[in-house]
């Protein structure tokens, strides 16, 4: 069907699904980027993309799955041009998150926040769209162009750093600002990148 | 064009407290509180208008 001009009420439905899933952008933006602003700017620019690329959506499959395609492209090219370092959004410093049964130590937002931003971008996105989006393995994979297995190994990764820096509270406070870091950031992303033959490359 | 503070101060995650999953380490409740606080917020104007604006683009 790909190539076929949309009608006008295939066109209302492809509106409808895209209004509905752009919570969803948001919030996983916000998990790819940290900083709320500059993760509404990626959703604005996720959404003119996949409204232009409306064509090649296929009606019938996930509306999230594939403008999660589209957002994360746009992220992993905006950070290679070097917009996003990680940086931390304090207006969630504060929040804090209910402590579970029988735990004394409630885990903060802002901990947990700061904690998922230091992982290496492939760790992060992976653990975002399993761990937080509810993906499965398999469509997490689709997604990200990769095998399944290494979005298992990836997310498997992401918790166990993520376990240690929680339950011994050694977060990094600034690893993302400093060069070595940023620039072994970027060279996985180019990795990433170059592993993602998949959709809307738009 | 940058949604403004109030947009990000929300509810907070304090709404959601989905059952434990047997297995998991405490925090990961807490990632899709993350996730899931955000989807709670009231979605800013600039993407009201940026969808409304749509329709006219083609």
């Known amino acids: 069907m790909g190539a076929e001009k949309r009608t006008a009420a295939e066109k209302a439905d492809f509106k409808r699904e895209l209004t509905q899933v752009v919570p969803h952008l948001r919030a996983f933006a916000r998990g790819l980027c940290g900083r709320a602003d500059m993760a509404d700017d990626l959703v604005q620019e996720a959404l003119l993309k996949a409204w232009a690329a409306q064509d090649r959506f296929q009606p019938g499959t996930s509306m999230r799955a594939w403008t999660f395609v589209i957002l994360r492209n746009a992220y992993l090219t905006d950070m290679r041009r070097n917009r996003f370092r990680g940086e931390y959004d304090e207006t969630v410093a504060e929040r804090v998150l209910t402590a579970p049964a029988g735990q004394e130590e409630p885990i903060h937002l802002s901990d947990m926040h700061r904690a998922l931003l230091t992982l290496p971008p492939e760790r992060r996105e992976a653990l975002l769209l399993v761990g937080a989006g509810g993906f499965s393995y398999e469509e997490a994979a689709t997604i990200c162009g990769c095998a399944v297995g290494t979005i298992k190994s990836r997310v498997g990764r992401a918790r166990a750093a993520l376990n240690t820096m929680l339950t011994e509270g050694s977060i990094p406070q600034h690893s993302l600002d400093d060069e070595t870091a940023h620039r072994a950031i970027l060279e996985e992303l180019d990795e990433v990148a170059s592993g993602n033959g998949v959709a809307a490359r738009s | 064009m940058t949604a403004d503070e109030k947009s990000a101060s929300g509810k907070g995650g304090e709404k959601r407290s989905p059952g434990r999953e ?37």
């Open chain 2, 22 to 58: 047997a297995g998991k380490p405490d925090w990961s409740n807490g990632l899709r509180q993350l996730y899931d606080s955000v989807l709670d917020e009231e979605l800013p104007d600039t993407f009201k208008d940026l969808l409304s604006k749509l329709d006219d683009k083609d």
